[in-house]
């Protein structure tokens, strides 16, 4: 006898909407909604009943959402959509888009990670200290050799002349000046030139 009856079903981004074509009264219909499952009972005019029972469905819905209608050539069952945007290629099946899980649900099954203190490898502070603080007789060493390859690099490509300037200097200034013309240093003793407030210290 139920076979007779027919159901059609459509879909939009939001809900299900399964239409069941059976001329029948409200009090004779019962739909229970289930997250996974949808089980409609219906009592028929001529006895007996309609029962159409879906489970799984393709997609999870909202049962407190969903809803049911009886007009007067059918009843119209509305499922909601746990997943909205999410389209059915059916209306039972493999279960397409499990039901959503509570946040505390989530959070007591997966504990967040944190880095175990035990994987750490010691840290090794003397090493850390040399690293990223030099000596400062090192560091001067260093300035002095950057200078002396300037100067060594300048002495090297320059003239004869030049040369006896940037000695002489150099030398008679006590490292304080630099110069390469010959025909101002050839003239006397270059004097001591301390930076903007140093005084020169005698050796």
Known sequence: MASQYRYEWYQNDRNVYLNI????????????????SLSANIDLPSGGSYVLDLEPLTGAIEPAESNFEVLSTKVEITLRKAVVGIQWAKLEGELANPAPRSQSAEATANPPQYPSSSRKQPVNWDKLARETEKDPEEASATGDQAVNQLFQSLYKDASEETRRAMMKSFVESQGTCLSTDWSEVSKGKVDVKAPDGMVPKKY
Do not use: L, R
């Open 21 to 36: 074509f059976i001329k029948t009264s409200a009090d004779k219909v019962k739909v229970e909604f289930k997250p996974q």
